[in-house]
Protein backbone atom coordinates (compact mmCIF):
# COMPACT_ATOMS: atom_id res chain seq x y z
CA UNK A 1 0.00 0.00 0.00
CA UNK A 2 1.05 3.73 -0.85
CA UNK A 3 1.41 5.21 2.55
CA UNK A 4 2.33 8.47 1.39
CA UNK A 5 -1.07 8.43 -0.62
CA UNK A 6 -2.69 7.42 2.72
CA UNK A 7 -1.13 10.83 4.33
CA UNK A 8 -2.03 12.77 2.00
CA UNK A 9 -5.72 11.87 1.79
CA UNK A 10 -8.21 14.36 2.66
CA UNK A 11 -12.18 14.11 3.15
CA UNK A 12 -13.95 17.33 1.97
CA UNK A 13 -17.39 16.04 3.10
CA UNK A 14 -17.83 14.95 6.96
CA UNK A 15 -19.82 12.13 7.53
CA UNK A 16 -21.41 11.02 10.79
CA UNK A 17 -19.63 7.80 12.15
CA UNK A 18 -21.72 4.67 12.09
CA UNK A 19 -22.63 3.36 15.69
CA UNK A 20 -25.06 0.28 14.89
CA UNK A 21 -28.26 2.65 14.29
CA UNK A 22 -29.73 2.85 11.17
CA UNK A 23 -29.00 1.28 7.90
CA UNK A 24 -25.52 -0.16 7.24
CA UNK A 25 -26.13 -0.08 3.46
CA UNK A 26 -27.00 3.91 3.52
CA UNK A 27 -23.26 4.06 5.61
CA UNK A 28 -21.34 2.58 3.45
CA UNK A 29 -23.01 4.20 0.25
CA UNK A 30 -22.12 7.69 1.56
CA UNK A 31 -18.54 6.69 2.62
CA UNK A 32 -17.63 5.46 -1.12
CA UNK A 33 -19.15 8.13 -2.60
CA UNK A 34 -16.92 10.35 -0.60
CA UNK A 35 -14.10 8.20 -0.76
CA UNK A 36 -13.94 8.26 -4.49
CA UNK A 37 -13.72 12.00 -4.69
CA UNK A 38 -10.22 11.22 -3.49
CA UNK A 39 -9.51 8.08 -4.30
CA UNK A 40 -10.59 4.32 -5.52
CA UNK A 41 -7.69 2.60 -4.19
CA UNK A 42 -9.45 -0.45 -2.40
CA UNK A 43 -6.44 -0.62 0.34
CA UNK A 44 -7.74 3.24 1.36
CA UNK A 45 -10.75 2.13 1.35
CA UNK A 46 -10.29 -0.30 3.74
CA UNK A 47 -8.55 1.44 6.47
CA UNK A 48 -10.55 4.49 6.23
CA UNK A 49 -13.81 2.48 6.90
CA UNK A 50 -13.40 1.86 10.43
CA UNK A 51 -12.40 5.77 11.30
CA UNK A 52 -16.15 6.59 10.44
CA UNK A 53 -17.76 3.58 12.56
CA UNK A 54 -18.19 4.23 16.57
CA UNK A 55 -19.93 2.48 19.40
CA UNK A 56 -20.98 -0.99 18.45
CA UNK A 57 -19.85 -0.79 15.11
CA UNK A 58 -16.02 -0.40 16.13
CA UNK A 59 -16.29 -2.98 18.57
CA UNK A 60 -17.14 -5.52 16.14
CA UNK A 61 -14.68 -4.37 13.77
CA UNK A 62 -12.31 -4.85 16.37
CA UNK A 63 -13.42 -8.05 16.91
CA UNK A 64 -12.63 -9.08 13.52
CA UNK A 65 -10.29 -12.08 12.83
CA UNK A 66 -6.79 -10.79 11.64
CA UNK A 67 -6.59 -11.04 7.84
CA UNK A 68 -10.28 -12.22 7.35
CA UNK A 69 -10.33 -8.66 4.82
CA UNK A 70 -8.98 -8.89 1.31
CA UNK A 71 -10.92 -6.59 -0.52
CA UNK A 72 -13.31 -3.34 0.58
CA UNK A 73 -15.91 -5.21 -1.34
CA UNK A 74 -15.82 -8.33 0.84
CA UNK A 75 -15.45 -5.77 3.58
CA UNK A 76 -18.58 -4.40 3.24
CA UNK A 77 -20.60 -7.32 2.77
CA UNK A 78 -19.70 -8.63 6.05
CA UNK A 79 -20.55 -5.01 7.82
CA UNK A 80 -23.98 -5.05 5.76
CA UNK A 81 -25.20 -8.28 6.58
CA UNK A 82 -23.82 -7.94 10.60
CA UNK A 83 -26.00 -4.56 10.92
CA UNK A 84 -28.93 -5.30 8.72
CA UNK A 85 -31.42 -6.43 11.23
CA UNK A 86 -30.63 -3.21 13.24
CA UNK A 87 -32.22 -0.87 10.17
CA UNK A 88 -35.60 -2.30 11.11
CA UNK A 89 -35.43 -0.08 14.34
CA UNK A 90 -34.35 3.05 13.20
CA UNK A 91 -36.58 5.71 13.97
CA UNK A 92 -37.43 9.16 11.88
CA UNK A 93 -37.23 12.68 12.80
CA UNK A 94 -41.26 12.74 13.53
CA UNK A 95 -40.75 10.29 16.88
CA UNK A 96 -39.04 13.52 18.54
CA UNK A 97 -42.43 14.90 18.65
CA UNK A 98 -43.70 12.05 20.35
CA UNK A 99 -41.55 13.12 23.05
CA UNK A 100 -43.19 15.00 25.90
CA UNK A 101 -42.14 16.23 29.55
CA UNK A 102 -44.03 14.82 32.06
CA UNK A 103 -45.91 16.22 34.91
CA UNK A 104 -43.57 15.78 37.11
CA UNK A 105 -40.51 15.35 34.96
CA UNK A 106 -37.45 17.29 35.77
CA UNK A 107 -36.23 19.63 32.95
CA UNK A 108 -32.61 17.76 33.31
CA UNK A 109 -34.57 14.34 32.82
CA UNK A 110 -36.75 15.51 30.26
CA UNK A 111 -33.38 16.63 28.21
CA UNK A 112 -31.40 14.04 28.87
CA UNK A 113 -34.27 11.02 27.75
CA UNK A 114 -34.92 13.74 24.13
CA UNK A 115 -31.11 13.69 23.72
CA UNK A 116 -30.61 10.18 23.56
CA UNK A 117 -33.30 9.52 21.20
CA UNK A 118 -32.27 12.56 19.21
CA UNK A 119 -28.59 10.95 18.93
CA UNK A 120 -30.39 7.46 17.67
CA UNK A 121 -31.74 9.38 14.59
CA UNK A 122 -29.97 9.85 11.68
CA UNK A 123 -29.06 12.70 9.69
CA UNK A 124 -31.23 14.92 12.07
CA UNK A 125 -32.04 18.12 10.70
CA UNK A 126 -31.12 20.37 14.28
CA UNK A 127 -33.95 23.11 12.93
CA UNK A 128 -36.19 20.32 13.44
CA UNK A 129 -35.01 18.92 16.95
CA UNK A 130 -35.57 22.18 18.38
CA UNK A 131 -38.58 22.84 17.25
CA UNK A 132 -39.39 18.96 18.62
CA UNK A 133 -37.66 19.96 22.35
CA UNK A 134 -39.12 23.13 22.86
CA UNK A 135 -42.74 21.59 21.67
CA UNK A 136 -42.61 18.77 24.33
CA UNK A 137 -41.71 21.13 27.40
CA UNK A 138 -44.26 21.08 30.14
CA UNK A 139 -46.94 24.13 30.08
CA UNK A 140 -45.30 26.19 33.01
CA UNK A 141 -42.98 28.95 33.23
CA UNK A 142 -40.17 27.80 31.26
CA UNK A 143 -42.15 27.18 28.44
CA UNK A 144 -43.38 30.54 28.79
CA UNK A 145 -40.00 31.94 28.64
CA UNK A 146 -38.81 30.14 25.69
CA UNK A 147 -41.69 31.30 24.10
CA UNK A 148 -40.27 35.11 24.59
CA UNK A 149 -36.77 33.92 23.96
CA UNK A 150 -37.43 32.20 20.57
CA UNK A 151 -34.09 30.36 20.48
CA UNK A 152 -33.28 30.19 16.71
CA UNK A 153 -30.45 27.06 17.76
CA UNK A 154 -29.90 24.27 20.31
CA UNK A 155 -26.58 25.78 21.21
CA UNK A 156 -29.09 29.10 22.39
CA UNK A 157 -31.84 26.74 23.81
CA UNK A 158 -29.35 24.59 25.84
CA UNK A 159 -28.24 27.74 27.15
CA UNK A 160 -31.30 28.66 28.73
CA UNK A 161 -32.16 25.18 29.43
CA UNK A 162 -28.93 25.66 31.41
CA UNK A 163 -30.16 28.57 33.42
CA UNK A 164 -33.45 26.63 34.33
CA UNK A 165 -31.63 23.36 35.15
CA UNK A 166 -29.62 25.22 38.25
CA UNK A 167 -32.31 26.91 39.55
CA UNK A 168 -34.46 23.29 40.00
CA UNK A 169 -31.53 21.44 40.85
CA UNK A 170 -30.84 24.40 44.01
CA UNK A 171 -34.62 24.65 44.91
CA UNK A 172 -34.70 20.66 45.70
CA UNK A 173 -31.17 20.98 47.53
CA UNK A 174 -32.82 23.78 49.41
CA UNK A 175 -36.00 21.66 50.40
CA UNK A 176 -34.19 18.63 51.16
CA UNK A 177 -31.84 21.18 53.59
CA UNK A 178 -35.06 22.58 55.02
CA UNK A 179 -36.04 21.49 58.22
CA UNK A 180 -39.13 20.40 59.46
CA UNK A 181 -41.80 22.70 60.38
CA UNK A 182 -42.87 22.35 63.76
CA UNK A 183 -46.51 20.99 62.58
CA UNK A 184 -44.68 18.08 61.16
CA UNK A 185 -43.07 17.50 64.23
CA UNK A 186 -46.11 17.26 66.33
CA UNK A 187 -47.90 15.30 63.55
CA UNK A 188 -45.89 11.60 64.33
CA UNK A 189 -46.36 12.18 68.06
CA UNK A 190 -50.40 13.02 67.27
CA UNK A 191 -50.58 9.82 65.10
CA UNK A 192 -49.19 7.63 67.77
CA UNK A 193 -51.53 8.86 70.73
CA UNK A 194 -54.31 9.12 68.43
CA UNK A 195 -55.67 5.29 68.88
CA UNK A 196 -54.77 5.13 72.61
CA UNK A 197 -57.55 6.13 75.30
CA UNK A 198 -57.12 9.77 76.77
CA UNK A 199 -56.55 9.22 80.45
CA UNK A 200 -59.85 10.20 82.88
CA UNK A 201 -59.56 13.39 84.59
CA UNK A 202 -62.58 14.68 87.20
CA UNK A 203 -63.14 18.44 86.43
CA UNK A 204 -64.73 19.94 89.32
CA UNK A 205 -68.00 21.71 88.85
CA UNK A 206 -67.65 23.49 92.26
CA UNK A 207 -65.01 25.27 93.89
CA UNK A 208 -66.59 24.12 97.39
CA UNK A 209 -69.11 21.10 98.42
CA UNK A 210 -71.22 20.85 101.58
CA UNK A 211 -69.64 17.70 103.88
CA UNK A 212 -70.66 14.36 104.65
CA UNK A 213 -72.40 13.68 108.11
CA UNK A 214 -72.42 10.01 106.96
CA UNK A 215 -69.31 7.26 106.29
CA UNK A 216 -68.78 6.65 102.72
CA UNK A 217 -69.10 2.72 102.71
CA UNK A 218 -72.50 3.53 104.07
CA UNK A 219 -73.48 6.18 101.64
CA UNK A 220 -72.55 3.57 99.00
CA UNK A 221 -74.54 0.50 100.64
CA UNK A 222 -77.55 2.24 100.60
CA UNK A 223 -77.24 3.10 97.08
CA UNK A 224 -76.88 -0.37 96.02
CA UNK A 225 -79.73 -1.46 97.94
CA UNK A 226 -81.95 1.07 96.89
CA UNK A 227 -80.95 0.21 93.43
CA UNK A 228 -80.32 3.99 92.71
CA UNK A 229 -77.71 3.68 89.69
CA UNK A 230 -76.62 0.13 88.09
CA UNK A 231 -73.02 -1.19 87.61
CA UNK A 232 -73.56 -2.84 84.29
Given at each position: MNFKMLKNFTLPITLTPYKGIGDPKVHVTKFKSIIFLNSDSDSILCRSFPTFLDGAALLWFSNLPTGSIT???EFAKMFINHFAAFKIYVRDS???STIKQGQHESLKDYMTRFTTAAMEIPDLNPEVQLNAIKSGLRP???QEAIAVAKPKTLEEFRDKATGQIEIEEFCKTRRNERPPS???EERPYR???KSSKKPFKLVLKFDSYTKFNTKREDIIKEILHNKLISLI
Open positions: SFDDYLGKFRKESQN
